[in-house]
């Protein structure tokens, strides 16, 4: 039972509480957005709040405290409803406060979040840093700004050359994924042609599985429907376009050279990413790899941005295509880690990539 009810919080924390917005109401087309006053049992305060921000909102509440979400809930079970935890009420309160700032002070915008107060910890320090740790600079900047397509360039190098990519046309690949706990793996494996993608993910005999056909993107668990929020299918769109692609202009209407940094001792160029749907996301390159080495997206909450990044690294050759053999995926609360550890550059039949029935 134990083992079950721990599937049930991963598979809930990974699909940002899709899967519990199938058991409840069906949205027919004219019905406006549902509330989370509608949809839930027990809301006092969120309840003009879209129900489908309610699992991305709980999980940055969690980060911003360093909480599980036992640290608000009646311990570890799912009755999310009760209010027996004094931290719940409380949460309540801040809730009302975080939002009373925001409309009184910053004409309503998120600007002020739980994690502004405290960042990470139960309780807020007020007392400022004694012994302040020096601002991190941003690098020196390069005396002529980088052309895009320079960087665009040097990064399809990184991948392969046009003959190593011409050769691979598909390919599956075994990985395992290694959950927040940084203990717990589950065997993945992945099917990729193109910008087509199918990735199968076994919990025992649980099996989540996620499409992307080149146009359209499902996800399913078990044999049921998983409804992804339009955020949701927009990352697995892109995960999938990304993967080995050596034209990001065939990703994003967009790119535009931003500024240079550093991330972990490396220079890296910042690049914003515009969608053709207008979603701006942030794009980090290795100055000296070239290699594409995060990816930063986000979807707007009542609480502010829920930020989604990917960090890919430790590239390896697998027949002439450089692929990141580790992706580490992170939202707030929730990260996890996919590792490669075999790839064939076969040939995969378009059916994989169709819609699961
Ligand atoms: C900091 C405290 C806090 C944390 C941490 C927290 N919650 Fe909540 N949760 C609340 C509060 C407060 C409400 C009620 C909001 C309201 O009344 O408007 C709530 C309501 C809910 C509800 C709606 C229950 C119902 O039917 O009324 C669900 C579901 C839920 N939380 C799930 C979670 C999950 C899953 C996590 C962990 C990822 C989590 N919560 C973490 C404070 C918290
Ligand atoms: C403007 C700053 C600020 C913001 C914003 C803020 N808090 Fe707090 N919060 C505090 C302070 C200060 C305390 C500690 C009060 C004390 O020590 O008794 C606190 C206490 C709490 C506690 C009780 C902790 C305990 O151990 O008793 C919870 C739970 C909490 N906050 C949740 C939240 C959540 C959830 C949000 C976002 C919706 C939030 N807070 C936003 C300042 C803030």
Redesign the pocket.
């Known amino acids: 039972m134990k083992q079950k009810l721990k599937l049930l919080v991963i598979v809930l924390g990974v699909a940002l509480f899709a899967a519990l917005a199938l058991k409840s109401l069906r949205v027919d087309a004219q019905t406006q957005t549902v509330t989370a006053g509608q949809k839930f049992k027990n809301i006092k305060v969120l309840t003009d709040m879209p129900a489908d921000q309610m699992g991305q ?1 709980m999980n ?2 969690s980060a ?2 360093g ?1 599980n979400c036992a ?2 809930h009646a311990a570890g079970d799912k009755d999310f409803e009760k209010d027996t935890n ?3 009420l ?2 309540r ?3 009302e ?3 009373a ?1 925001n409309k009184q002070f910053f004409e309503g915008k998120p600007e ?7 960042n990470g910890r ?3 320090v ?1 007392v400022p840093n004694l012994l302040p740790t020096a601002p991190v600079e941003r690098p020196k900047q390069p005396a002529v700004k980088p052309l895009i397509d320079d960087i665009l360039t040097k990064y399809a190098a990184s991948i392969g050359t046009k003959d190593s990519l011409a050769k691979v046309a598909s390919r599956q690949i075994k990985a395992n994924r290694i959950e927040t706990d940084g203990k717990t793996i589950e065997p993945e494996e992945i099917w990729q042609k193109g910008g087509k993608f199918r990735s199968e993910l076994k919990y025992a005999d649980y099996v989540v599985t996620e499409v992307f056909d080149g146009k359209s993107a499902w996800k399913r668990g078990g044999n049921d429907p998983i409804e992804l929020k339009a955020s949701e299918i927009d990352q697995i769109k892109r995960d999938a376009m990304l993967f080995a692609n050596p034209d990001l202009k065939s990703v994003y209407a967009k790119l535009d050279y931003r500024f240079m940094d550093r991330i972990d001792g490396r220079d890296v160029y910042i690049v914003q990413a515009t969608t053709a749907d207008n979603q701006r996301e942030r794009l980090v390159f290795d100055v000296a790899t070239g290699s594409l080495v995060r990816r930063i997206a986000s979807s707007m909450t009542i ?1 502010g941005q829920f930020q989604y990044q990917v960090d890919y690294s430790d590239f390896k050759d697998f027949g002439g295509v450089k692929l990141p053999a580790t992706t580490r995926f992170a939202v707030p609360n929730i990260s996890w880690v996919r590792k490669i550890t075999e790839v064939k550059n076969v040939a995969v039949d378009d059916s994989k990539f169709a819609q699961p029935k």
């Open positions: 909102v940055m509440m911003s405290l909480f640290g608000c004094d931290h719940k409380a949460a309160k801040m809730l406060m975080t939002f700032l002020v979040s739980c994690n502004t107060c405290h139960e309780r807020p007020a609480l």
